[in-house]
T-cell receptor, first 115, second 111 residues
Framework: DTAVSQTPKYLVTQMGNDKSIKCEQN?????MYWYKQDSKKFLKIMFSYNNKELIINETVPNRFSPKSPDKAHLNLHINSLELGDSAVYFCASSHGLAGGFNEQFFGPGTRLTVL | DQQVKQNSPSLSVQEGRISILNCDYTNSMFDYFLWYKKYPAEGPTFLISISSIKDKNEDGRFTVFLNKSAKHLSLHIVPSQPGDSAVYFCAASDGGNKLVFGAGTILRVKS
């Protein structure tokens, strides 16, 4: 009964490949997020969806394309992977738009390594 | 442009003593602050928060203090327990739809 789940947990791939990371939440939340934790350990917001609509897009390269088929899922597709995409990617969800007032629940993370 | 800074990468404390984790911010528009705790191979989990209209919020062993004039907040854990060993992230919001996180502080509580 995991609240926010991500698959896969680890992803190792070659430069230039296309890959997807899936996220699902069973909390009944209407807002979902993707964060990137880079080598400097900062957690940076990439995207946020509310009721399947994109509300935050933080100047992420357009090789990254989020897709929200329904409120419980937010998948991240990455085209033409580059070395700099290596990071841990966290999915999160909240009830309502989280300006901080609504607690965000995080998934366990997906460690992406681009060789 | 690091709007939220946690200048201590790590902190080591003896069990039973107080742990103090610090966080500084630069954006005066931030009005809500949170602390998240993260264990290895897990996602961050919410710990405690504080609104800018308050200067202190307490929840059991955890207390967050906010000094708006200094743009500084701190998390106090008393008494520290070995299970508190984790990475602690400070985060801030300006009322918009996103959180800005610091780089985290690794806390080790020695028994």
């Amino acid at each position: 009964d995991t609240a926010v789940s991500q698959t896969p947990k680890y992803l190792v791939t070659q430069m230039g490949n296309d890959k997807s990371i899936k996220c699902e939440q069973n909390l009944g939340h209407d807002t979902m997020y993707w964060y990137k934790q880079d080598s400097k350990k900062f957690l940076k917001i990439m995207f946020s969806y509310n009721n399947k609509e994109l509300i935050i897009n933080e100047t992420v390269p357009n090789r990254f394309s989020p897709k929200s088929p329904d409120k419980a899922h937010l998948n991240l597709h990455i085209n033409s992977l580059e070395l700099g995409d290596s990071a841990v990617y966290f999915c999160a969800s909240s009830h309502g738009l989280a300006g901080g007032f609504n607690e965000q629940f995080f998934g366990p993370g997906t460690r992406l390594t681009v060789l | 442009d690091q709007q939220v800074k946690q200048n201590s990468p790590s902190l080591s404390v003896q069990e039973g003593r107080i742990s103090i984790l610090n966080c500084d911010y630069t954006n005066s528009m931030f009005d809500y602050f949170l602390w998240y705790k993260k264990y290895p191979a897990e996602g961050p989990t919410f710990l405690i928060s504080i609104s800018s209209i308050k200067d202190k919020n307490e929840d059991g062993r955890f207390t967050v203090f906010l000094n708006k004039s200094a743009k500084h907040l701190s998390l106090h854990i008393v008494p520290s327990q070995p299970g508190d060993s984790a990475v602690y992230f400070c985060a801030a919001s300006d009322g918009g739809n996103k959180l800005v996180f610091g780089a985290g502080t690794i806390l080790r509580v020695k028994s």
